[in-house]
Structures are given as structure tokens and as C-alpha cells.
């Protein structure tokens, strides 16, 4: 309880400066409160970020960010809400616990309807995103207990080494670790063939280096749907253990008929990239 306590006091000062400085001062917020004693990260702690209440497990660095910070990539997350429009479908691929889904969930609400689709393949993440979904009144958030890819079966999602394994946010199908759960995996046009799902707007691909094989089993979605905004993080390092390359990725993209809506996907080691249909 007294840690519960503490960590509310201190969250708030870095939240006002990362709200005061934006990227910058979210990113030192995060690293100030990472030096905090380890008693910080013990407890769960119910917290309210715009407008939606989450329960945090501190201890998970995507949570950990959103609680002492105030955002969990701040210039994502505002492009995305900004983005929505009235009667949107927004897939989210690798939801953990809802960062993304859960605002955007509430934004189409509070812009007069639309749907969130949560794909998020480990038990326990899928469990709480669910749990939130009904906290929030958020009935327009739907959650399916899946990975995607190419195509259907499936893998053994695992933990990543370099990080706890209460860090739920860096499993990944492609991880050396331990099998933390045996999870189905599916391919995205055979999930909407058998749903008849004739509407596809935002797309957020999370799943730290299988974006290559989630956009094989998308194809058919985006060439006959074609959503006004795709986002996903490029990791080299991450699509060398799901023996993928940047290469593959623009390939795929241009196929598509899609372009980077900023200067292509740049040389760096890690970059947030957001695909435009090419004819814009």
C-alpha cells in the first residue's frame, strides 16, 4: 500500500514534465523514474492516462512508461488518435494490455462509433486487455486471443532474455528464451474471410520483428481494403531472428502500392515507419 502511495506521488511531477517538454521530457521522465528503488516496481498501481483507467504492472517497461510518464510513444499514439475518424475499423497486431487499443477504443467512441480489433496472442495480456475493455465500457473493442502471420498455426510466443519476464511487451514468436505460452497463430485474410470483415482503416503492427510475415497474411486486406495508414517499428535486429531484412519489408510494402509518408525507412537501427497508399 505505502509503495502504491509513493509511486502516485512521484509519477506526477515526471508526468507534468513530460507533458511540459513532449518526446523529450516523456523519454527522461521514463529514465528518472527507472532509477527509483525497486520497491517502486512491486506493486501493481491503477492509474488513469486520457481518459482511460488501467491496471499497471510496473515491473514491464511498456506499462512502466505509460504510468511514470505519462505516454508509451507519445508521437504514435497522438498520430493514431488523430487519425480516426467516425466509423473506423483500427486493427491492433500485438495489443499487449491495450496502450493503443484502449484510447483509440475510445476515441471512435467518442467520435460517434467505430471498432477496435485487438489481436494479442498471450493469455495474460489478452485477460487484462478484456478486463479493461469491460472497466472502460468500452464495448466496441473486441479482443482475439491470436498471433498473425502468414498463415495458420501454431508457435510457441517466447520470452526475451535481455529483459524480466515480467516484461510482457518483448515476447515474441522470434525470441532465444523460454516458451511462455503455446498460442494459435493466424492468417489476418483468413480471419476476415470468415468474418466477413469489409472495412479495414488503421493498422498498428507491434511484434517485434514478424511485420514481414503479418503483412504476407494481410495482403489480400490491404489490396482490396486499403486502410489510410499502416504503422509499425523497424527493428534489424529483431527481423534477423524472424530471418526477415529491411530489404524484404520495402519490397512488400511497394507491392502493396504503399509508400513511407516520411523519407522511406530511413538508415537507423530502429524507426517508426507510416505507410500511406502511394497514390496519396
Do not use: C
Not at 112 to 132: I, M, T
Not at 221 to 241: G, S
Request: glycine fraction near 10%.
Amino acid at each position: 500500500m505505502l509503495w502504491g502511495m509513493a509511486n502516485q506521488v512521484v509519477a506526477a511531477p515526471l508526468r507534468l514534465g513530460s507533458a511540459v517538454f513532449g518526446e523529450r521530457g516523456a523519454f527522461k521522465a521514463n529514465a528518472l523514474a527507472q532509477r527509483l528503488p525497486a520497491g517502486f516496481k512491486r506493486d501493481r498501481v491503477r492509474a488513469t492516462r486520457r481518459g482511460v483507467r488501467y491496471e499497471l504492472d510496473l515491473r514491464d517497461n511498456v506499462q512502466h512508461a505509460l504510468f511514470y510518464a505519462g505516454w508509451y510513444d507519445r508521437a504514435l499514439t497522438r498520430r493514431l488518435l488523430t487519425e480516426a475518424r467516425p466509423g473506423d475499423v483500427y486493427v491492433d497486431v500485438g495489443a499487449h494490455i491495450g496502450v493503443l487499443a484502449l484510447p483509440m477504443a475510445r476515441q471512435l467512441r467518442r467520435l460517434g462509433g467505430g471498432r477496435v480489433l485487438a489481436f494479442e496472442p498471450a493469455p495474460d495480456n489478452a485477460g487484462r486487455l478484456r478486463h479493461a475493455a469491460s472497466r472502460n465500457h468500452l464495448d466496441n473493442l473486441d479482443v482475439i486471443e491470436a498471433a498473425l502471420g502468414a498463415s495458420a498455426g501454431t508457435a510457441a510466443l517466447r520470452v526475451d532474455p535481455s529483459f524480466s519476464n515480467a516484461d510482457t511487451g518483448v515476447r515474441s514468436l522470434y525470441a532465444d528464451g523460454a516458451a511462455a505460452f503455446e498460442v494459435s497463430v493466424l492468417s489476418f485474410d483468413d480471419w476476415r474471410s470468415d468474418r466477413g470483415l469489409d472495412r479495414l482503416d488503421l493498422v498498428k503492427i507491434d511484434v517485434e520483428g514478424g511485420e514481414l510475415d503479418v503483412l504476407r497474411g494481410m495482403t489480400d486486406a490491404i489490396t482490396h481494403l486499403k486502410p489510410r495508414l499502416i504503422v509499425f517499428e523497424v527493428k534489424d535486429e529483431l527481423l534477423r531472428r524472424a530471418g526477415s531484412t529491411r530489404a524484404e519489408l520495402e519490397q512488400i510494402v511497394s507491392d502493396l502500392g504503399y509508400r513511407s509518408s516520411v523519407d522511406g525507412f530511413g538508415d537507423e537501427q530502429a524507426v517508426n515507419v507510416s505507410l500511406v497508399p502511394a497514390s496519396r
